[in-house]
T-cell receptor, first 114, second 115 residues
Framework: AQSVTQLGSHVSVSEGALVLLRCNYSSSVPPYLFWYVQYPNQGLQLLLKYTSAATLVKGINGFEAEFKKSETSFHLTKPSAHMSDAAEYFCAAAKGQGAQKLVFGQGTRLTINP | GAVVSQHPSRVICKSGTSVKIECRSLDFQATTMFWYRQFPKQSLMLMATSNEGSKATYEQGVEKDKFLINHASLTLSTLTVTSAHPEDSSFYIC???????????FGDGTRLSIL
């Protein structure tokens, strides 16, 4: 069965600092991978997705993620954190670009310190 | 495009009440809708997959008689929590997609509180 692990349930960075949120997947076949952001009391917004076209994926709001098959990882980064980036971030995996069934990681709460 | 609306955003009701939550795709036809449940500070757990015009497919451990799902049209799916109890209190989120090989678009969720 496919699983997704996010290391660190809570990450705190200073405004302007690098953001790194970790995600590892467990699958014999590289799945399609997604990063979503959730603001309080809201649904999920797609940040970016990996569909095997390119290993470095750029998303919205300055975020990007790199797919590394050798490490079975898909870590999310942003060079300079902004206060508005404070939210919950979820990594998800699915077989098939259409995300037939999404399997979510545990989530990482990002806090930005002024 | 691809807006999904969920209603109501918040429900507070007494134990034993049945509660209906609506999920609408406003600007596209959704052949498939998904229902998720999210406990505080936890991830989303898929409850069921709903295809228009057919019975929903429930995930293991989800009671289909407890959580009734209807997907009667290409723009509307409903989740009814029957005879709700405090343990059913949670954040319920729906998503919809146009078809296979299309991404899921999420609603803003419904916070259900059973007293």
């Amino acid at each position: 069965a496919q699983s997704v692990t996010q290391l660190g349930s809570h990450v705190s960075v200073s405004e302007g600092a690098l953001v790194l949120l970790r995600c590892n997947y467990s699958s014999s076949v590289p799945p399609y991978l997604f990063w979503y952001v959730q603001y309080p009391n809201q649904g999920l917004q797609l940040l970016l997705k990996y569909t095997s076209a390119a290993t470095l994926v750029k998303g919205i709001n300055g975020f990007e993620a790199e797919f590394k098959k050798s490490e079975t990882s898909f870590h999310l980064t942003k060079p300079s954190a902004h206060m508005s980036d404070a939210a919950e971030y979820f990594c998800a995996a699915a077989k098939g670009q259409g995300a037939q069934k999404l399997v979510f990681g545990q989530g990482t709460r990002l806090t930005i310190n002024p | 495009g691809a807006v999904v609306s969920q209603h109501p955003s918040r429900v507070i009701c007494k134990s034993g009440t049945s509660v209906k939550i609506e999920c609408r795709s406003l600007d596209f036809q959704a052949t498939t809708m998904f229902w998720y449940r999210q406990f505080p500070k936890q991830s989303l757990m898929l409850m069921a997959t709903s295809n228009e015009g057919s019975k929903a497919t429930y995930e293991q451990g989800v009671e289909k008689d407890k959580f009734l799902i209807n997907h009667a049209s290409l723009t509307l799916s409903t989740l009814t929590v029957t005879s709700a109890h405090p343990e059913d209190s949670s954040f319920y989120i729906c998503s919809a997609r146009r078809g296979s090989n299309q991404p899921q678009h999420f609603g803003d969720g419904t916070r259900l509180s059973i007293l």
